[in-house]
């Protein structure tokens, strides 16, 4: 059994997104239970059944309604900023097998450049440039969209993450990435597929898996227990549905794509224990919860 820990994270004050001690943040492996022995701890020293304490808010793309999306300085706004416990980030695979941060599988939308993102290599990527959008709060610059591992060893070891992964081919590729530098307990891969779920659950990953209201009308989530960490449901789904997901045993249900304190409010009183939105500065809790 995998617990998820920062082991080189500095202790930090209590923040809105919840108390972070001497380990840093932990994520309970998958079907793990609280209700361990007192004392029973991994190899970290972070209690095995240890669960994040109250709600926690993870910055949908970084944020993207109040920073540029999955780009490397709205990151970094948002972990200064302290709104959000959980950077998240999409990740797509370029022709050369690269790993790279980019939602869309072409570059119209969010760059200077047109095409498919997978018929780039490394070395055309270096000319790809974000375009902020002018809506955003605050002055941005264009920047390069940064890779997979740029993301890693600038947030690695101190922040909770993430990835989605939108190409499965990369997932042996994001695995290396994330074992090689010791992160397999501080980083969630995140798809839609509970296939690939299961591939990197293998590979000694941990890992989340979003559906969709229609989907989560077929599901049978309990089912993935063993090896989905985190189940993100969208908010439109039926209330049956919802209690049908924190039922499943899985450790972590939270909600998808919530920008609304209406809409927060609602999953939490469902029974979501986390909220996936683009505006974390402005929901996520200032204090104690209500």
């Avoid at 108390?19 to 029973?40: C, I, L, N, Y």
């Avoid at 701890?41 to 669960?51: D, K």
């Avoid at 296939?195 to 989560?216: E, F, N, P």
Wanted: charged share 25%.
């Amino acid at each position: 059994m995998i617990a998820l820990t920062l082991a080189t994270a500095p202790a930090t004050p209590a923040t809105s997104a919840g108390a972070v001690g001497r380990a840093g943040p932990a994520f309970a492996a998958p079907g793990a239970s609280p209700d361990r022995r007192p004392g029973e701890a991994s190899r970290e020293g972070v209690p095995r059944g240890a669960r994040l304490s109250g709600t926690t808010f993870t910055a949908h793309r970084g944020g993207s309604m109040e920073v540029p999306e999955n780009s490397m300085q709205g990151l970094i706004a948002t972990q200064r900023r302290g709104y959000a416990r959980v950077l998240d980030a999409d990740i797509r695979r370029l022709r050369d097998g690269m790993l790279v941060a980019m939602h869309d599988a072409t570059l119209d939308r969010t760059t200077n450049k047109h095409g498919q993102v997978g018929a780039l290599d490394w070395k055309a990527w270096q000319k790809v440039r974000l375009t902020p959008k002018r809506s955003l709060p605050g002055q941005w610059r264009r920047e390069r969209p940064p890779a997979a591992r740029e993301i890693l060893d600038r947030f690695g070891g101190h922040t909770l993450l993430m990835l989605e992964l939108k190409d499965p081919a990369g997932l042996s590729r994001l695995a290396r990435l994330i074992r090689n530098r010791h992160l397999a307990r501080s980083v969630l891969v995140e798809s839609n597929d509970p296939k690939v779920a299961a591939r990197a659950h293998k590979r000694g990953l941990l890992t989340g898996v979003w559906r969709s209201a229609h989907q989560l009308a077929h599901d049978q989530p309990k089912r993935w227990k063993k090896y989905v960490t985190m189940l993100s449901v969208d908010h439109r789904t039926a209330k049956q549905h919802i209690r049908k997901a924190v039922r499943s045993g899985i450790t972590y249900v939270w909600s998808h794509t919530v920008n609304t304190h209406a809409t927060r409010d609602r999953m939490l009183k469902l029974g979501c224990d986390g909220i996936v939105t683009d505006r974390p500065g402005s929901l996520a809790f200032t204090g104690v919860r209500p």
